[in-house]
């Protein structure tokens, strides 16, 4: 299996899975092909986007609705539990199964180990869930991951290659992105709380910018990095990028089931423990370390995000044809129709039966 040594060797190298020895990433392609101007550019966008995408995750949270879930947190602790135990193993497994690089599978644990995102909100409501549940996961989940990206990424990431973390990955870069990540989501639970009239318009604006910064990073990432962007696109990461978030939606529904959650909680559940803060990972891929560690793999989010959509929209259209399906059982069963023969049929014997009298029968009837 290729490790890739030469990725943490010396930090001036960066080299995929794919190749067998340790390559510059000059060698494969200019990284700055227009210059810094690009690389600031990106680094500008991921910012400003992440923190108005936090601003409307802010404004879906209510700190009454938050505060009652907490005093019942059976839920919430299952959905943590799924959260920051099935993605962060997923991803190490898959690195493993595809047998990706160190630079690669570091790339996708970060992702694995990344918090919820307000994409699952979306979903969880589409799929009739529990909102609720939802929105205070979305929140814990942040909160948590303060504490647990950081353990969860040192405790796998040994795993991954021979070699001293110390300098390699940048774990106070990630603290402190997580922790200021907070007081935008903050300001948007202020928001909600102070001016609720404008929160639909703020969460609204996250979603297109969601979608608009994913078009302008893919400009700007082939811009800065020429055909060398062209690494995330292996099958492996492919691969990887397909099931990570079908496996959090299947675990994640299975491990709430065997919780025995109803089936709203289930279905949150389901969402909330395949999608991922794309975002947040992006962000701390990008800023936090240095190219010649990460290359293009910054990139590898946004395709996680392609299939989270793609895989949760089946799962929505699977559920929605499944209910109409059992509506339209229920409402072309026969047993109503056999319901009122047999009540017409009791009525017309107590009518006809001449040996009770009128007022007897009058009674029967209505008995």
Not at 5 to 17: A, I, Q, R, V
Not at 194 to 209: D, N, R, S
Not at 267 to 293: D, H, W, Y
Request: glycine letters at 8%; charged letters at 10%.
């Amino acid at each position: 299996m290729n490790k890739t040594k030469g990725t943490f060797d010396s930090p001036e190298l960066w080299s995929p899975g794919c190749m067998q020895s340790s390559t510059s990433l000059i060698s494969l392609a200019p990284p700055f092909a227009f210059g810094q101007a690009t690389d600031i550019a990106l680094n500008v966008i991921l910012i400003v986007v992440l923190l108005i995408i936090m601003v409307s995750l802010g404004c879906t949270m209510e700190i009454a609705k938050i505060t009652a879930h907490l005093r019942r947190p059976k839920g919430v602790a299952i959905a943590i539990m799924a959260q920051y135990s099935i993605m962060p193993l997923t991803a190490f497994i898959l690195g493993k199964l595809f047998q990706l690089g160190a630079s690669e599978s570091l790339a996708i644990l970060i992702c694995g180990c990344c918090p919820g995102g307000n994409l699952s909100n979306i979903f969880s409501l589409a799929l009739r869930g529990d909102m609720n549940l939802s929105v205070v996961m979305t929140a814990c989940s942040m909160v948590l991951a303060i504490g647990l990206m950081p353990l969860l990424l040192y405790l796998y990431s040994g795993g991954l290659y021979e070699g001293d973390l110390e300098g390699k990955v940048p774990y106070k870069g990630i603290i402190t992105s997580l922790v200021l990540m907070l007081i935008p989501c903050a300001i948007g639970i202020i928001l909600n709380e102070k001016k609720p009239q404008y929160t639909g318009l703020i969460t609204k604006a996250g979603m297109i910018m969601l979608l608009v910064s994913s078009a302008a990073v893919t400009v700007l990432s082939v811009a800065n990095m020429g055909s060398c962007i062209m690494v995330v696109f292996s099958p492996s990461l492919l691969g990887t990028s397909a099931l990570m978030p079908l496996t959090g939606f299947l675990l994640g529904y299975a491990v709430s089931a065997a919780f025995k959650l109803n089936d709203r909680c289930r279905r949150t559940v389901c969402m909330e423990t395949g999608c991922q803060n794309v975002q947040l990972c992006s962000a701390i891929l990008k800023v936090t370390f240095a190219p010649e560690i990460i290359g293009p793999l910054y990139f590898f989010p946004l395709l996680y995000l392609l299939f989270q959509l793609g895989e949760g929209f089946l799962l929505i259209l699977v559920f929605r044809i499944h209910d109409k399906i059992k509506q339209a059982n229920g409402k072309y069963s026969f047993a109503p129709l056999f319901l009122i023969l047999s009540m017409l049929s009791h009525a017309r014997n107590i009518t006809t039966n001449e040996s009770l009298p009128y007022k007897g029968r009058i009674q029967l009837l209505f008995n």
